[in-house]
């Protein structure tokens, strides 16, 4: 594991716990989305290390954590959920590009497909971070609770 991986999977869990802790219902979901899309790219990079054309074990985990969170998106009424799933449209599309060009080159594939993870990760961080500064306001906005769930 070199460091780039290391720092990620450092930030990748402090995100993930921010989120189960202060996130409610949708933070601990989106949570589990994240990290289950990590455990099955990791698994899939496995299957074709080498990023030579379109991995399609990376693509299926993709494209699993893209309906996990239009399903997420749907069912809550925090916003940073649809943010999440607009960048994980851009890595879907990104494996969808690979197959018209079989010969892209595997830094590239790997770097656009990795560059996506932070700007996810930041939105879940932020949003949840602004449902609280929200939750602990003096006017709470209406429908800002989720349906069933107390902070």
Not at 35 to 62: I, M, N
Not at 66 to 85: E, K, M, Q
Request: glycine share 10%; proline share 4%; charged share 10%.
């Amino acid at each position: 594991m070199d460091i780039v991986q290391a720092t990620f999977l450092g930030g990748l869990c402090l995100c993930l716990a921010y989120a189960v802790r202060f996130g409610g219902r949708t933070g601990r979901a989106g949570a589990l989305i994240f990290a289950g899309a990590t455990l099955l790219t990791a698994l899939g990079t496995l299957v074709k290390p080498d990023w030579a054309g379109t991995s399609y074990a990376v693509f299926a985990a993709d494209t699993a954590c893209l309906f996990a969170l239009v399903l997420l998106a749907c069912n809550s009424s925090r916003y940073w959920p649809i943010w999440a799933t607009g960048f994980q449209i851009v890595a879907v599309a990104t494996h969808i590009a690979t197959l018209w060009i079989p010969d892209v080159v595997p830094a590239a594939y790997q770097a656009l497909l990795s560059f996506w993870s932070i700007p996810i990760l930041g939105v879940m961080v932020a949003g949840t971070w602004l449902d609280l500064q929200q939750a602990h306001g003096a006017t709470p906005q209406a429908g800002s609770k989720e349906r069933g769930e107390g902070l």
